[in-house]
């Protein structure tokens, strides 16, 4: 909880899941709980401007959702957060006007059908193409998270199919999404890095069972994590990812050669930093 004027308000919302969430389930750990703060609001926020504006009726005129591409630094809760949260949402909104959700991430597509309450589990991105564009043709509505997991998983430059909405979940790295952005350029949402009451809260909840005094000792070590990488959620909450992202870190600069130093003189002033090696 934070301050805000006479009485205090949520800082951070958890959504917990028995049976954790998509993106965890291809992994040795399922992960039941998707943190859920202001910048994962404000992306939901917008595809749910669109989709009100799709559905709200336009006469004659033939509304297309807008393509999005939500942006941000790997391991910040993009896919855990964002994309979890982003596919609760739309499986929520009602299910006469958006009956069907399509989940890429990695090699997986799941496509959950609203109407019969049904969950179709897809490997390889092949036969989910013609599945959503049958399904489309017939005039059916929907709307396609694509997690971009790997650059080898790149969506398709047919996706999305006739007036569905979609939306890209990916690092800065273009190489993983610039042909399918040139077809159509899509609306950026660029999702800023958890800040330090965002990490605290994560830790209150976390440590939730446990005696005052060890969980003042795991934010401490948690924040001196952050002093030093930043505040990328994949590295401080787990030691072993810690100590690799700085021992990579260590060998980056030692192997630095002397040309490559010219590229990062704009750290801390007001010039653009671009390029596809500032990111992993």
Same mark, same amino acid.
């Given at each position: 909880?934070?301050?805000?004027?006479?009485?205090? &308000?949520?800082?951070?919302? =958890?959504?917990?899941?028995?049976?954790? $969430?998509?993106?965890?389930? %291809?992994?040795? /750990? @399922?992960?039941?709980?998707?943190?859920?703060?202001?910048?994962?609001? &404000?992306?939901?926020?917008? =595809?749910?401007?669109?989709?009100?504006? $799709?559905?709200?009726?336009? %006469?004659?005129? /033939? @509304?297309?959702?807008?393509?999005?591409?939500?942006?941000?630094?790997?391991?910040?809760?993009?896919?855990?957060?964002?994309?979890?949260?982003?596919?609760?949402?739309?499986?929520?909104?009602?299910?006469?006007?958006?009956?069907?959700?399509?989940?890429?991430?990695?090699?997986?597509?799941?496509?959950?059908?609203?109407?019969?309450?049904?969950?179709?589990?897809?490997?390889?991105?092949?036969?989910?193409?013609?599945?959503?564009?049958?399904?489309?043709?017939?005039?059916?509505?929907?709307?396609?998270?694509?997690?971009?997991?790997?650059?080898?998983?790149?969506?398709?430059?047919?996706?999305?199919?006739?007036?569905?909405?979609?939306?890209?979940?990916?690092?800065?790295?273009?190489?993983?999404?610039?042909?399918?952005?040139?077809?159509?350029?899509?609306?950026?949402?660029?999702?800023?890095?958890?800040?330090?009451?965002?990490?605290?809260?994560?830790?209150?909840?976390?440590?939730?069972?446990?005696?005052?005094?060890?969980?003042?000792?795991?934010?401490?070590?948690?924040?001196?994590?952050?002093?030093?990488?930043?505040?990328?959620?994949?590295?401080?909450?787990?030691?072993?990812?810690?100590?690799?992202?700085?021992?990579?870190?260590?060998?980056?600069?030692?192997?630095?050669?002397?040309?490559?130093?010219?590229?990062?003189?704009?750290?801390?002033?007001?010039?653009?930093?671009?390029?596809?090696?500032?990111?992993?």
């Amino acid at each position: 909880m934070e301050r805000g004027g006479a009485w205090p &308000r949520p800082r951070l919302m =958890v959504l917990a899941s028995d049976k954790a $969430w998509p993106y965890s389930w %291809g992994a040795c /750990e @399922f992960n039941r709980d998707c943190y859920v703060n202001c910048e994962v609001k &404000r992306a939901w926020q917008i =595809v749910s401007g669109d989709l009100t504006e $799709w559905f709200s009726g336009h %006469g004659e005129t /033939e @509304f297309s959702p807008h393509r999005h591409l939500l942006i941000g630094t790997p391991g910040i809760g993009k896919s855990m957060a964002a994309g979890s949260y982003l596919l609760y949402q739309l499986l929520h909104y009602d299910a006469e006007k958006l009956p069907v959700v399509v989940y890429y991430i990695g090699e997986q597509t799941f496509l959950f059908d609203k109407i019969t309450k049904k969950l179709s589990a897809y490997l390889g991105k092949g036969s989910t193409l013609d599945v959503v564009d049958r399904l489309s043709w017939s005039g059916v509505k929907g709307y396609i998270i694509y997690d971009v997991a790997e650059e080898v998983y790149r969506p398709s430059v047919g996706l999305p199919c006739n007036r569905w909405g979609m939306i890209v979940v990916t690092s800065p790295n273009e190489n993983k999404y610039e042909l399918w952005a040139c077809q159509d350029l899509p609306l950026q949402i660029v999702m800023n890095c958890p800040d330090e009451s965002d990490v605290k809260a994560m830790c209150v909840w976390e440590q939730r069972s446990k005696p005052p005094q060890q969980q003042a000792e795991y934010w401490r070590e948690v924040k001196g994590r952050m002093d030093k990488v930043g505040p990328i959620l994949r590295h401080i909450f787990d030691e072993q990812s810690y100590d690799d992202r700085i021992e990579k870190c260590h060998e980056t600069v030692e192997e630095t050669i002397s040309p490559e130093t010219q590229y990062y003189t704009g750290l801390g002033n007001s010039t653009m930093w671009g390029g596809n090696s500032v990111f992993h």
